[in-house]
């Protein structure tokens, strides 16, 4: 082999180096913007559904938020008041109510008058799945507990919206060393992943809660804007590809 011939291949190894490199980190980045694209709309779609103002929002933290999130819906068909506890029947919409969910069922109180409803926080003591509403409707009967149902002022009546919640904390959370995008159920130590790897910059906040003012809200009652920053730290053969993305998500009123 010629001397000429040896450099030729010599260039060409390089040059075929050189593309993977080249690919490996346009790989790399996209899937980075993937993760952090993914964070965002997972965040995005959770927190535009909590409402400040009457208590979804539970905590407010740099790395970390705490919400009250609906998971189940139904309207009361129902009512029986000679049971103790109370019963509702109530027509499903979606996932079903289990024991022990924690829920808010609308009180109306006076059916004449719009400003003295209430939604009344119970909890469900027993689930029974094998009923209907109308003799048609797939429903559950849930045993209210922890309060009042009956007479005013504390009325439950037919057509009553009921929803059940759990308080989850959203934040960066380390996995294995790493940091993750995560979801936490209040009162548990089950961690759940969400995307990542993430990269943590010491006094860089995650969330940051901003008043319809543009002020810095100082109780969750006051949150109009929340933003979120998500960032990645790649590692790549020689290095590390950084990036990040920052969305304002607007909770509902």
């Known amino acids: ?5 040896t450099l030729v291949i010599m260039a060409t190894f390089n040059v075929l180096i050189s593309n993977q490199r080249t690919i490996t980190a346009v790989t790399t980045k996209i899937r980075a913007l993937q993760t952090l694209r993914t964070g965002v709309s997972v965040m995005a779609s959770e927190l535009r559904e909590i409402s400040p ?25 129902a009512v029986d008041l000679s049971f103790n506890p109370p019963r509702l029947t109530v027509k499903t919409v979606g996932q079903s109510f289990e024991q022990n969910d924690s829920i808010f069922v ?14 009344k926080l119970a909890t469900v003591a027993s689930v029974v799945s094998t009923t209907t509403c109308n003799g048609t409707d797939t429903a559950q009967v849930l ?30 959370f380390l996995i294995d060393g790493q940091a993750f995008l995560a979801r936490e159920l209040a009162g548990s130590a089950t961690v759940s992943a969400i995307v990542g790897p993430l990269r943590i910059i010491n006094g860089e906040p995650t969330f940051t809660y ?4 543009g002020t810095a809200a100082i109780v969750p009652a006051q949150v109009a804007t929340i933003q979120l920053v998500l960032r990645t730290g790649a590692q790549i053969p020689g290095g590390v590809i950084q ?9 509902r009123n």
């Open 1 to 5: 082999m010629t001397l000429l011939g």
């Open 53 to 77: 103002a009457t208590g979804d929002l539970v905590g407010m933290g740099a790395d970390s938020v705490a919400v009250r999130v609906t998971r189940s819906f139904g309207l009361v068909c």
């Open 106 to 119: 609308l009180a109306a109180n006076n059916p004449a008058l719009v400003n003295d409803d209430v939604w």
């Open 210 to 213: 901003w008043s319809s003012t």
């Open 243 to 251: 990036d990040s993305l920052i969305v304002d998500i607007h909770p």
């Open 143 to 172: 045993a209210i507990d922890g309060t009042t149902i009956g007479s005013p002022p504390d009325s439950v009546s037919v057509g009553a919206p009921v929803r059940s919640f759990a308080h989850y904390i959203y934040g960066l």
